[in-house]
């Protein structure tokens, strides 16, 4: 199964901050790779896919990067809204496995 | 409106079997892989099982292999997850997804039920 690691696991940050997020995949995902928003008691929510394109109705200050192993997703200029726990997926192989995922408090 | 809903969560002993149903409704629900993903109490997501469009490929998680069974009735819009032999752990939220592949795109899970909640005790 491939592994998908997230860092940090916790950040605090303020309205405002730029923020990134790093997935790293145990092995090359080219760019089967998808990114997550999931607030407690709500549905997750699909903010990128094929690790580069906004979901339609995303935002723009979300944005995601990389191929192979190493992704990022970065939140150019945090709002209230935005805090909420963050996964990346791989869809190269199956299991399609998550991150254990990143949680985003308020600082 | 786009919609998926789950249903059939329920508490259930050790060794028992549930049967949850996931109805969607706003889009042709053929066209779609369909998933099941869980949370499980104060943990992360976690993928469990898919079906192709025409339910004749399958994939589960290794945990639940043998022992949970994805199936879907297009003509009702309707995707399942039989649960059988069930353990403690499989205690979670249950969420049925909808995703689109290709060849060269995975477009992620792009509609998500509320979910429904499966208590093993």
């Known amino acids: 199964d491939i592994q998908m690691t997230q860092s940090p696991s916790s950040v605090s940050a303020s309205v405002g901050d730029r923020v990134t997020i790093t997935c790293r995949a145990s092995?090359?995902?080219?760019?089967?790779l998808a990114w997550y928003q999931h607030k407690p008691g709500k549905a997750p929510k699909l903010l990128i896919y094929?690790?580069?394109t906004l979901q339609t109705g995303v935002p723009s200050r979300f944005s995601g990067s990389g191929s192979g192993t190493d992704f990022t997703l970065t939140i150019s200029s945090l709002q209230p809204e935005d805090f909420a726990t963050y996964y990346c997926?791989?869809?190269?192989?199956?299991?399609?496995?998550f991150g254990q995922g990143t949680k985003l408090e308020i600082k | 409106e786009v919609q998926l809903v789950e249903s059939g969560g329920d508490l259930v002993q050790p060794g028992g079997s549930l049967r949850l149903s996931c109805a969607g409704s706003g889009f042709i629900f053929s066209n779609y892989w369909m998933n099941w993903v869980r949370q499980a109490p104060g943990k992360g997501l976690e993928w469990v099982a898919n079906?192709?469009?025409?339910?004749?490929?399958?994939y589960y998680v290794d945990s639940v292999k043998g022992r949970f069974s994805i199936s879907r009735d297009n003509a009702k819009s309707s995707l399942f997850l039989q649960m059988n032999f069930l353990r403690a752990e499989d205690t979670a939220v249950y969420y049925c997804?909808?995703?689109?592949?290709?060849?060269?795109?995975?477009?992620?899970?792009?509609?998500w039920g509320q979910g429904t909640t499966v208590t093993v005790s």
């Open positions: 079906i192709r469009q025409d339910g004749n490929k399958k």
């Open positions: 997926q791989q869809a190269n192989s199956f299991p399609h496995t």
């Open positions: 094929a690790a580069s």
């Open positions: 092995q090359g995902i080219d760019t089967w």
């Open positions: 997804a909808r995703t689109t592949v290709t060849s060269h795109y995975y477009y992620g899970m792009d509609v």
